[in-house]
């Protein structure tokens, strides 16, 4: 079983910046990817970044690239999202979570993960 911690999320206005992070309980390992999501009112869980310790790689979704970067410090078992020049549109709860041996491709897929953290709230104001 592994548990995955979500801070950081918060009220900024458009424009701003926020910082979020994700502890797990676990060691990162090479098999491990862990990704952030997000899901806004109505909406499916849409993909936003992920990074894989297998390929040493990150990669993004489209409506995030060149605004949000994904880090992490294996020494604190955990991966960070860094978010810059925020819409009211990244307004969503953002979910961090781990799968084992994920591809590329499979990395964008929620279904692929095997355990989710509680989510946090995002909000972007106009």
């Known amino acids: 079983q592994v548990q995955l911690i979500e801070s950081g999320g918060g009220l900024v206005q458009a424009g701003g910046s926020l910082n979020l992070s994700c502890a797990a309980s676990?060691?990162?390992?090479?098999?491990?990817?862990m990704g952030w999501f997000r899901q806004a009112p109505g909406n499916e869980r849409e993909f936003v970044a992920a990074?894989?310790?297998?390929?040493?790689?990150?990669y993004y979704g489209d409506s995030v690239k060149g605004r949000f970067t994904i880090s992490r410090d294996d020494a604190k078992n955990t991966v960070y999202l860094q978010m810059i020049s925020l819409k009211p549109e990244d307004t969503a709860i953002y979910f961090c979570?781990?799968?084992?041996?994920?591809?590329?491709?499979?990395?964008?897929?929620?279904?692929?993960?095997?355990?989710w953290g509680q989510g946090t709230q995002v909000t972007v104001s106009s």
């Open positions: 979570g781990s799968g084992s041996t994920l591809t590329t491709s499979s990395s964008r897929l929620p279904r692929q993960y095997d355990y």
């Open positions: 676990v060691r990162t390992t090479m098999s491990l990817t």
């Open positions: 990074f894989s310790w297998n390929t040493n790689s990150a």
